[in-house]
């Protein structure tokens, strides 16, 4: 094994195969250096690979399930193993799911807790005191401007939205004289597969804001984190909508958001953007068709 003193620094993306995750590998693949790409599917980290060698980048791919209780330990004896230690954590991996919190499946709710929130704090614990103790790199956690307000027919997308943006500001907060930056970036609808596979894509509310491609949210993102920014919140709309949900008052914002986030009429009461054909019990699941 490699000594500490001669390891080289890495920028670990977790979340590298696709969306904005990628794009943030490209990005920062830019400024030479090793690339530690980490997700599940192993031909899509392969293609996120080739663009990082691309971009002038050394790419190193994981495949690992981040839901798993050791994925961190894992993470860590990976780099180990390769002689690099974790100078930049880019925490882009997120999981949503829109309808009603008392239809949609329990399991499938718990996991986006255990992906949004522990899997980013655990990474977060994990390699944030070693960049204390070198005094330099930092972390990016991706939260989204859905983390400025409550989501009835999101609620747990946004509350872990939320949690992300309030963890990374205060992080940020206790760390700003150390040499090591926390960055919260919180766009707006994003052009990634994340929208079709939660079903926001069929909400109105998503349908009206414009989407941004994920290699402007990863240009933003970089360049936040590199001028040593709390918060990043790219495009002048997710901006406007920061905004607006900070002054309206709840009462006004939390029916407005409801109504934005129903189902449209080819859906089922969950609203999930899944496929349902019919009902078990009154306040049961649907069945997917």
Same mark, same amino acid.
């Given at each position: 094994?490699t000594?500490?003193?001669?390891r080289?620094?890495a920028? &670990?993306?977790v979340?590298?195969?696709?969306?904005i995750g990628?794009?943030?590998?490209?990005v920062?693949?830019?400024?030479?250096?090793?690339?530690?790409?980490?997700? =599940?599917?192993?031909?899509?980290?392969?293609?996120?690979a080739?663009?990082?060698?691309?971009a002038g980048?050394?790419?190193?791919?994981?495949? *690992?399930?981040?839901?798993a209780?050791?994925?961190s330990?894992?993470?860590?004896?990976?780099l180990?193993a390769?002689?690099?230690?974790c100078d $930049? !954590?880019v925490?882009?991996? #997120?999981?949503?799911? =829109?309808g009603?919190?008392t239809?949609?499946p329990?399991?499938?709710?718990m996991?986006?807790?255990? !992906?949004? $929130?522990?899997?980013l704090?655990?990474?977060?614990?994990?390699?944030?005191?070693?960049?204390?103790s070198?005094?330099r790199?930092?972390?990016?956690?991706l939260?989204?401007?859905?983390g400025f307000t409550? #989501?009835?027919?999101m609620?747990?997308?946004?509350?872990?939205?939320?949690? &992300?943006?309030?963890?990374s500001?205060?992080l940020? =907060?206790?760390?700003?004289?150390t040499?090591?930056?926390?960055?919260?970036?919180?766009?707006?609808?994003?052009?990634t597969?994340?929208?079709?596979?939660?079903?926001?894509?069929?909400a109105?509310?998503f349908?009206?804001?414009?989407?941004?491609?994920?290699?402007? &949210?990863a240009?933003?993102a970089?360049? #936040?984190?590199?001028?040593?920014?709390?918060?990043?919140v790219p495009g002048?709309?997710?901006?406007?909508?920061s905004?607006?949900?900070?002054l *309206?008052?709840?009462?006004?914002?939390?029916?407005?958001?409801?109504?934005?986030? =129903?189902?449209?009429?080819? *859906?089922?009461?969950?609203?999930?953007?899944?496929?349902?054909v019919?009902?078990?019990?009154?306040?049961?699941?649907?069945?997917r068709?």
């Amino acid at each position: 094994m490699t000594g500490a003193d001669e390891r080289r620094s890495a920028v &670990v993306v977790v979340g590298a195969s696709q969306g904005i995750g990628r794009a943030m590998a490209t990005v920062a693949a830019r400024d030479g250096g090793a690339i530690v790409l980490v997700a =599940r599917s192993a031909d899509a980290l392969a293609e996120a690979a080739a663009g990082v060698g691309a971009a002038g980048g050394e790419a190193f791919v994981l495949e *690992l399930d981040l839901l798993a209780d050791d994925a961190s330990d894992q993470l860590q004896a990976f780099l180990d193993a390769n002689g690099l230690y974790c100078d $930049v !954590l880019v925490n882009s991996a #997120g999981l949503g799911l =829109r309808g009603a919190a008392t239809l949609l499946p329990h399991d499938d709710q718990m996991g986006i807790v255990d !992906l949004n $929130v522990r899997a980013l704090t655990d990474l977060t614990l994990r390699f944030l005191p070693g960049m204390v103790s070198r005094g330099r790199g930092g972390v990016i956690n991706l939260g989204s401007i859905a983390g400025f307000t409550p #989501g009835p027919n999101m609620a747990l997308y946004y509350a872990s939205k939320s949690f &992300v943006r309030s963890f990374s500001e205060a992080l940020h =907060r206790e760390v700003h004289r150390t040499g090591v930056t926390v960055t919260c970036v919180a766009p707006g609808p994003v052009s990634t597969e994340f929208l079709q596979k939660s079903g926001a894509s069929r909400a109105t509310l998503f349908r009206v804001l414009p989407r941004l491609k994920p290699d402007y &949210v990863a240009e933003r993102a970089w360049q #936040g984190f590199r001028s040593g920014r709390r918060t990043v919140v790219p495009g002048a709309i997710a901006k406007l909508a920061s905004v607006v949900t900070a002054l *309206l008052p709840s009462a006004v914002l939390l029916p407005l958001i409801d109504r934005l986030q =129903r189902r449209s009429s080819d *859906l089922c009461p969950c609203g999930s953007g899944k496929p349902y054909v019919k009902c078990h019990g009154r306040g049961g699941f649907w069945s997917r068709s």
